[in-house]
């Protein structure tokens, strides 16, 4: 067996732990990510840090400026609207085709919402929520359209958790309220028409347009 260099095993740890801290919002969007600094932090050395911001830049939670220096990526309105949009264009199409699929069994989707049920945590709740979207579009049939999905996963994953938190900070329980919106999409899946569970998809999808923070976004 060929065992796993020291190297990269440490900067998968870093990737895993500074992935986290981004997706709690313990570490805010803007945040400088030095490396010096979260070596010492972390109590690794710098190039497993440097492999592990290289690794959250292509998974969407990093950027680097000009000058080279990693910061937490901070989306913006426009952002979101992008996002949106591209979901809106994706995920409908995603359901009617994945229909036919989930008519006959939808237990991957019932599965999704009884682990939601049982989350601790906001970033569970964050996880799980986007974890059954996946499972849709990959029951969609059509890999290029995972492919996409996929390409925004870690931004969708970074707006989504600062909505939650923001909702849940409102004191309207999130956790309650996605599963029974991903109830319904079940309940569309197993008893209507491929058309019908298209619509109720955008519908989905249009709320969570409105969840959109009416603070300004840090740049």
Known sequence: MTSIPISTSRADHATSLLRQEILSGKTEPGHLLAESAVAVRLGVSRVPVREA???LER??????????RAFVKALSPQDFEELYTLRLALEPLAARLASPSFKADASLLEKNIKATARAKTMLDVTRLDLEFHEIIL????????????RSMRGELELWL?????QHQGQKLDTRDETIRAHQSVIDCFKKQTPTAC???MRKHITGWREWLPTMEVEA
Request: charged share 25%.
């Open 53 to 55: 911001l290289f690794a």
């Open 59 to 68: 998974e969407g939670f990093v950027e680097f400026s000009g000058t080279g």
């Open 138 to 149: 990959k029951a969609s049939g059509n890999g290029r359209l995972l492919k996409l999905w």
């Open 161 to 165: 958790g600062r909505l939650h938190r």
């Open 198 to 200: 298209e619509s109720l």
